[in-house]
């Protein structure tokens, strides 16, 4: 069977993040705009519902966080961005917890998931923020009911926190003569994001505050951009966390050997749990063998194309069949380059069994064994549900938000098809074809040699693999001086490695002294 590009493949697997879910419509009366998206003939009742005020629900709580009560206000609300001339394009939903006391000297954090198309329901319900829902092992229920519980890890205590959805996400929508895919692209969804943070400090009156970027996945390479992009308009960053990092997509255009180098480690990492492979060695140990192996002998054979001898073809085979767990057969069958969707059904392939994709360390079945790729994502098919349920019961429940609109877990149907990954990077006169914002947060490094970056990864992300993140960062020619701004934290879970209990203990601990050294 022809081999799908990695390239076409990445591309295709960002739709496969969330399944679609929507909240209960509230009867409350609000300010509608001319809006509309095309659909037929029939505008989006969604979208002609978005009001163009600003709005604002504030609710007071307490959670308990390392041990002492914590006391903030919780607000769920919508800004409104505009264009040069003033008219209003979109209106951006956000939730802000925000602790009482002084506010000037105070960090206050933004926060968002990627897709692109996905609201940020995964990082909201399930990392840093006061709650988040349980979903505390790998045999994750899909059905309800869900428990919402409080978050002892969240970094409340510690930064002000502000969940923002892209547009066209959650409850954020164009207004006025907008349609939506004058956001959806590379330089247009992060023009909206630094407007949106602008207006949000403006009108909260923070621009004296610490402030931090975190972005997860696709939001990582957002998060390059913006800082960058805020910057240019006078809001530099103290810091940036990327969480489950890709910021070079053109690395995964067909020809290129460096996406197969970037997998075998994950692969390693995924046979190990599954005791396939490694087995005598402790998790890091494995992989960084793996690692040495992938940069070094690997990626030299690889570099042969077709001019690899078939005697080193056999003895590359051979040592990838330690790091994977697959034969040396099926290594050969495969040029040696086994595509994601083939080893995800290739390693259990004897249990019948698929493992996934955000989190290598969840299973699944599927039609049949032999087919050449699974037929969904064990782990999200786990989780999504969580989460989705989790968030709308949440906002309308406890925060008591109420608006007509539905909330959009994910707009995949509309946005991830129609992205434009064109993007303008600095000191480039034309578009590159493909974004590689590690360009951006380089050049944001160079004009504030005080900005940090923190990489944080799961073993088992098979979305964003971690050896992928090493690249992107270890290639912004940095001067020496700047270097030691970079850090990379690593977990025993996939791409939310947040919802392994462990692991966001582990990551508020790393979060607390990133903070330290980003404010010092």
Do not use: C
């Amino acid at each position: 069977m022809r081999r799908l590009s990695p390239f076409v493949a990445a591309l295709l697997a960002t739709a496969v993040i969330a399944a679609p879910g929507i909240a209960a419509d509230s009867k409350t009366k609000i300010e509608t705009s001319t809006s509309t998206e095309e659909s037929g003939d029939k505008p989006d009742s969604d979208v002609a519902a978005a009001s163009t005020t600003e709005d604002a629900q504030p609710s007071r709580h307490s959670v308990q966080i390392a041990g002492r009560t914590v006391n903030y206000t919780a607000t769920p609300g919508t800004l409104i961005i505009r264009d040069d001339d003033g008219k209003p394009t979109a209106s951006v939903f956000y939730t802000a917890y925000t602790v009482d006391g002084p506010a000037r000297s105070r960090p206050v954090t933004f926060i968002f998931n990627g897709g692109p198309g996905s609201s940020t329901m995964w990082l909201h319900m399930g990392s840093v923020g006061p709650m988040r829902v349980d979903t505390p092992d790998v045999a994750a229920s899909a059905t309800a009911p869900y428990r919402l519980v409080s978050n002892p890890h969240s970094l409340l205590d510690r930064s002000d926190l502000v969940f923002i959805d892209a547009v066209g996400t959650g409850y954020s929508r164009p207004l006025g003569e907008m349609k939506g895919p004058e956001f959806w692209g590379v330089d247009g969804d992060i023009d909206a994001f630094a407007k949106a943070i602008q207006r949000w400090v403006t009108k909260n009156n923070r621009w004296d505050s610490p402030k931090f970027i975190m972005g997860e996945s696709y939001g990582t390479l957002r998060a390059a951009g913006l800082v960058y992009a805020l910057q240019q308009r006078g809001m530099p960053m103290n810091g940036v966390m990327l969480v489950s990092s890709i910021l070079n997509y053109g690395i995964r255009n067909p020809g290129f050997d460096q996406l197969d180098v970037t997998y075998l480690p994950s692969y390693a990492a995924t046979a190990w749990y599954h005791k396939r492979a490694g087995q005598g060695a402790d998790l890091a140990s494995f992989v960084a063998q793996a690692q040495a192996y992938a940069r070094g002998p690997y990626l030299l054979a690889l570099q042969k194309g077709d001019n690899l001898a078939p005697a080193e073809a056999q003895a590359v085979a051979a040592e990838l069949s330690k790091f994977t767990g697959l034969s040396t057969q099926v290594l050969l069958e495969n040029d040696l380059r086994v595509e994601l969707g083939r080893f995800r059904k290739q390693l259990l392939l004897d249990q019948r069994k698929s493992v996934g994709r955000l989190d290598a360390r969840f299973t699944g079945t599927d039609v049949d064994a032999g087919g050449e790729n699974p037929d969904y994502d064990a782990a999200d098919a786990a989780l999504s549900g969580a989460y989705v349920g989790a968030l709308n019961t949440y906002l309308t429940g406890p925060l008591g938000y109420k608006t007509r609109l539905s909330y959009r877990p994910n707009y995949y149907s509309k946005i991830n098809t129609s992205w434009d990954w064109k993007h303008k990077a600095p000191g480039i006169n034309r578009p590159l074809p493909v974004a590689d914002t590690a360009l951006d947060l380089a050049a944001a490094m160079r004009e504030n040699p005080r900005l940090k970056v923190l990489s944080a990864n799961g073993y088992y992300d098979m979305a964003t693999p971690f050896t992928g993140a090493e690249y992107d960062l270890a290639h912004m020619q940095l001067d020496a001086s700047l270097r030691p701004n970079v850090s990379f934290t690593y977990y025993p879970a996939g791409h939310m490695f947040y919802i392994e209990p462990g692991s966001l203990a582990a990551f508020r601990t790393d979060l607390l002294r990133f903070y330290d050294s980003a404010t010092r």
